[in-house]
């Protein structure tokens, strides 16, 4: 069961992702879904083509016809629900991905009518995954479908008033699946662009996958530094981007601040992780800014819920509704950054009319998967009562965890969904004070863990 996680199923090739295993899923998820057809497409991993062929045949075997687009980005996995293919729109679709972990793992992420399949219903497909008998084998179904090529051109369309602007632009792949699709795009773009590491390769022989590890943009910040105006690093699968300057690394709550101020008093999600900056700077230019739950799938289904234009998350997962779809696609968010600079606005400038705060990176506190939730519980009653040197807490946020506002920043603790971890951040207006909170909080997290 360890490995139906909260926003998709993950685990290791052969050990955990096996025929049996795979087949059965396929199977379980074809009674969940009303129409006819799913869309299926891989990332490079080497595995990636097999767990195809069992995922497939248990798709099949549940009376489902697979659409077969082969080796994608996840976000054209996404864009496959929303066209027609010789007259078949898909009722859901699934992503063969192990997205930024490492070679021997993979995993699947499923859309279903359009909306993420995640939570309890994935951990409710695993028990009827575990108690299943093996299906039995029916004739394959598959029709390939040029997915690639239409997004492309969906892309190049709609970007078409960017055609050879004179930026010079970077960017990195990590040997994942953004290479793909968007050299050609940059292409038939006359865009002025070097491309890092854009050949998929499921063994990630350069580095890591990752762009929010910052020793993973090494190489794009030397290329950067020679011969670039901006850079762009993207995850495995493509669903998560890192922008780069001369002077920033643009997170993705800052990110949704810049491409927020081309829209007219926009609605944008945010998770627990942003910094109050991004709220407040939205709520002060007339817009309307809502904290929510971290997770990718979580912010796809609040955006629904409230018809938001923009969502994000610090790690680079960015979503848009204004102008697209509503999923999260680092390509696409390229291309609407080059639109920023295309109309004449220095990104380093408006970051640095901001406000300045000391902010620290996620931090990892090592725990285990049947305590990290108990930690979050008791940390909470703990905050009913705390220590008499602990900071004056103005109110607390508990969407996700808890976010404590104090009187000079926030400091956050939450349970990971997808690890044994705590992630905590900081931040205060004051770099003292963020240390102050920091320790503040850290003490109260080993209380929690000696009373559990």
Not at 208 to 233: C, Q, T, W, Y
Not at 238 to 253: E, F, M, P, Q, Y
Not at 268 to 279: F, P, W
Request: hydrophobic content about 35%.
């Amino acid at each position: 069961m360890s490995i139906y996680r909260e926003y998709d199923i993950r685990g290791i090739y052969e050990k955990e992702l096996n025929e049996e295993s795979v087949t059965k899923i396929g199977y379980a998820l074809a009674s969940k879904i009303e129409g006819e057809y799913v869309s299926v497409g891989y990332d490079a991993r080497s595995h990636s083509p097999i767990l195809f062929e069992y995922l497939v045949a248990g798709l099949n075997a549940g009376g489902k016809k697979v659409l077969d687009m082969g080796l994608v980005p996840t976000p054209v996995n996404y864009f496959t629900n929303y066209q027609e293919w010789d007259g078949v729109t898909p009722s859901a679709s699934v992503m063969i991905t192990g997205s930024h972990n490492p070679s021997e793992y993979n995993g699947f992420k499923i859309t279903v009518d359009k909306a993420p399949f995640f939570g309890e219903d994935i951990y409710a497909l695993g028990s009827e995954c575990e108690a299943m008998k093996m299906p039995s084998k029916v004739e394959r179904d598959v029709t390939k479908i040029d997915a690639k090529e239409r997004y492309i051109d969906f892309m190049v369309n709609e970007f078409a008033h960017l055609k050879g602007m004179p930026t010079k632009i970077v960017y990195d792949c990590g040997n994942g699946v953004g290479g793909v699709v968007l050299p050609e795009i940059f292409d038939k773009l006359e865009l002025h662009t070097k491309g890092l590491y854009v050949e998929p390769d499921g063994t990630f022989p350069n580095h890591h996958p990752d762009p929010s590890v910052e020793k993973n943009l090494a190489d794009v910040k030397v290329l950067l530094e020679k011969e670039g105006d901006i850079a762009f690093a993207y995850d495995g699968d493509a669903d998560r981007i890192a922008v780069l300057t001369h002077k920033n690394n643009i997170k993705g709550d800052m990110m949704a601040l810049l491409y927020s101020m081309k829209m007219d008093k926009p609605t944008v999600v945010g998770e627990v992780k942003c910094s109050q900056v991004m709220y407040d700077e939205l709520e002060r230019r007339g817009a309307k800014a809502v904290m929510y739950k971290t997770g990718h799938s979580n912010l796809k289904v609040k955006m629904k819920e409230i018809n938001a234009d923009l969502a994000c998350e610090v790690s680079g997962h960015v979503f848009f509704k204004n102008r697209y779809f509503g999923y999260d696609d680092a390509i696409y968010a390229t291309l609407r950054m080059l639109e920023l600079l295309d109309d004449g606005i220095d990104l380093d400038a408006e970051l640095a009319k901001l406000p300045q705060v000391f902010s620290t990176e996620e931090i990892k506190v090592e725990t285990t998967e049947a305590e990290k939730f108990k930690i979050i519980t008791k940390v909470k009653e703990l905050l009913q009562n705390p220590p008499a040197d602990f900071p004056t807490i103005k109110d607390i946020i508990d969407v996700d965890g808890v976010r404590i506002n104090f009187e000079k920043g926030w400091g956050l603790v939450r349970a990971s969904n997808t690890t044994p971890v705590l992630v905590t951040r900081f931040e205060s207006t004051e770099e003292a004070e963020a240390k102050y909170y920091e320790d503040a909080i850290n003490k109260l997290i080993q209380k929690a863990k000696e009373n559990l």
